[in-house]
């Protein structure tokens, strides 16, 4: 049923083969009972560019192919025929700079974007008839061989299995687990089930329902003391449904100095920050990007040789665009693993905290090293945070999400939402799939929602109640509150709810409410406009909106 391909490199010679069995490898391979495996056995010393399967499959007008994203901000959902994954825009590949800023959250350097008909996804993808809830399944069992992609073309009418193996060298007699794979059809439910706690084996989250406060999306870095003690007690007016405050980024002096608070935003030092918040009856969370140290930060001037170098250049190797421009310090250094023991022992024990968001966690994997590919890079570094914050919760943000399936306790499933509900003009110019966008954030808190109590924990970012410091009507900031709350169980707000009218309070607390909500449908019946159909507390409801603007009939819902 599928045609084999590999292409490797050999003393500096590249070279691809098509046959189980050549002169640099044996690929034993086997299908039967719904499962798909594949194993390579060197018989020469070699690296890896690429390997896959491709098989014949015939696509229709009806047909949507379910595509899962890089990592927790890129657009996932189901795609047909006149669809396409946009990628970078051209005109960031002026020069290497702007290529390397566009790119840098994504996999625009090594997958495909742009084609009409052809869409890729990670960890698992599937098939689904338009109307109907029936799905069939492919997944990988686990990432830490590398990213398994999931590939359809619509146009060629070809479906194809890939592993991101790159940089993966093999000596001869070594043995490789390419691929371990399910298939599943069946009804949309009993797949996810069967897939997630069946072939993958993840347990039920230690946490199903966190609802409270995250700092971030009303005051950025510029959070203090007497912000975070006014926001936390404005939290009173709906303590009966919050069990969680969390202080995000702008704490800290710099990004990567994780153990130098800013004394003067500051005073009394963030474990009297954490007590505050237990007075409340909550947990504490703090957000950290564990990897990442920016330009100007202390860390980086005092150890360079913790970062990670690109490939081809030897210049350290850009993580993340933001904050003036940031680094990402390597795992398999032995000295940054000891900094960071000691940085999640401080927020941890020392200072009392209970959970930590842990960001920006792409970086560490954006190029293959040291004879390991993207996703063994990937799992190596979600096994190290694990291992380090031990018992306490971890809520993971830009992250591929197949390495830390089962593993992290939560985590982001979309992108950030935007304080403007109209996409802004560099959303509108497809610069990236990971930007800040209200409508990409809809997208995946719907069409990932079934991560949510399998997985992890679901967080599909925030919602918006305040008047001021937003661009959102009332419409949309309801609609943003319901989608949210019904696709997954990680709920935030950043605003003040001490300013909040007894309206705005009441439909805080019901969007924080632990409800029993199950998705029957959710699909686009137009180019913009989402038909969600639910049951919440047994009771059947129908959301139907336009995904650009926000309008909908989202008053009768509630």
Sequence with gaps: MYKFYAEISKEGAISGHST??????????????????????????FTFRSISLTAEREYGFDDLFYANGYQSWT??????????????????????????????????????????????SYTYCYFRKRGQRGITLYGSKSERKGFTVFEADMNKNTFKIYKDIEGVSLKSGETYEVFDIIELTGDFDSVMDGYFFGFVGCKKPRERHLAGYTSWYNYFQKINEQIILRDLNGMDRASEEVNIFQIDDGYESAVGDWLRVDAEKFPNGMKYIADKIHEKG????????????????????????????DNE?????????????????????????????????????????????????????????????????MCDAV???????????????????????GIFDACRIGCDANKNFVEPFYN???????????????????????????????????FFLRNTNIKFNLQQKLLLGKINAVCGNVLFVSDNAGDYDEQTVAYLKDFFKDKDYKIKMAEYVSRDVMLLEFSEDGVEKQLKFNVKNGNSNIGKVL
């Design 20 to 45: 189980f069995e050549n002169e640099d490898f044996v690929f034993d391979f086997s299908e039967s009972d719904g499962k798909i495996k594949g194993t390579v056995t060197a018989l020469t010393d």
């Design 75 to 120: 657009t996932s959902r189901e795609f047909c025929q006149s669809d396409y994954l946009h990628g970078i825009i051209k005109f960031s590949k002026i020069s290497k700079f702007t290529e390397d800023l566009a790119s840098v959250t994504g996999d625009y350097k090594f997958a495909s974007y742009g084609e009409t008909g052809v869409f890729h």
């Design 282 to 309: 909550y947990k504490a969370g703090i957000w950290l990007a564990p990897f990442n140290a920016q330009r100007s930060s202390a860390i980086l001037a005092a150890h360079p040789d913790w970062v990670i170098r």
């Design 313 to 377: 250049t030897g210049k350290p190797l850009l993580g993340c665009p933001g904050w003036g421009g940031a680094y990402t310090f390597d795992i398999y250094n032995e000295e940054f693993k000891a900094y960071l023991k000691t940085v999640f022992d401080t927020y941890l024990n020392s200072w009392g905290y209970d959970m930590v968001k842990l960001d920006f966690l792409y970086s560490q994997c954006m190029q293959p090293r040291n004879g390991k590919s993207r996703g063994e890079i």
């Design 383 to 405: 096994d190290l945070l694990r291992e380090l914050v031990g018992d306490k919760l971890i809520l993971g943000c830009g992250v591929p999400l197949g390495a830390c399936i």
């Design 428 to 462: 509108k110019l497809g610069l990236n799939c990971e930007l800040p966008s209200c409508q990409n954030a809809i997208n995946n808190a719907i069409f990932r929602s079934h991560l949510d109590g399998r997985a992890f924990t679901s967080d599909p970012d925030v």
